[in-house]
């Protein structure tokens, strides 16, 4: 059996990834988000250069990878926050685990140095897959929002890249 195929997301994935994106929502342990965006929104926050989705052979999407700046300030030009997002009937089948190989693989060659998100702890496979790529904790942020009406702790994970030097000695 071989691997979805990894391509760049473009407008025509659009309901297919947002489709998803819906299905994570509805779970309940993968985002503090209630409800999904439109594509415009969701296009204009995402850096084009480091989003992806996994196609089945039918070219149906099987999951998306995207990533956000965490600040505008220059000092932290080189780290983004990622999200990843698997479609449920795709799961156990490696489409996350080939998403956040392409999307490192992307990060470091434009110099990215850190990729980093917050997981809900109760997201099991995601905190596993994660370290399966070489993220680690950083800690946990206790009860740092309200979702659905309960306090929700967020485990801090980040990859800091093996190959990129941020021009320090």
């Known amino acids: 059996m ?9 407008p025509e994935h659009a309901e297919q990834v947002l489709e998803i994106y819906r299905f994570g929502i509805d779970e309940g342990d993968a985002t503090f988000e209630t409800t999904a965006p439109d594509w415009q ?11 992806f989705v996994a196609l089945d052979k039918d070219d149906r999407v099987l999951g998306w990878v995207a990533t956000v700046p965490v600040s505008d300030r220059c000092v932290y030009s080189g780290v983004v926050e990622h999200s990843v997002y698997v479609h449920p009937r795709a799961r156990g089948r490696g489409v996350g685990l080939a ?5 490192l693989v992307s990060t470091e060659e434009a110099g990215i140095w850190t990729v980093q998100s917050g997981i809900f702890p109760e997201n099991t496979a995601s ?26 702790d967020v485990v801090l994970v ?12």
């Open 99 to 103: 998403l956040l190989r392409v999307l």
């Open 41 to 51: 929104a969701f296009d204009a926050t995402r850096l084009h250069e480091h989003r």
């Open 127 to 152: 905190l596993a897959l994660h370290e399966r790529v070489g993220f680690r904790v950083v800690g946990t942020r206790e009860r740092i929002g309200v979702h659905h009406g309960r306090w929700r």
């Open 2 to 10: 071989t691997g979805p195929r990894i391509t760049g997301m473009r």
């Open 158 to 169: 980040e990859r800091r890249s093996p190959t990129v030097d941020q021009g320090v000695s």
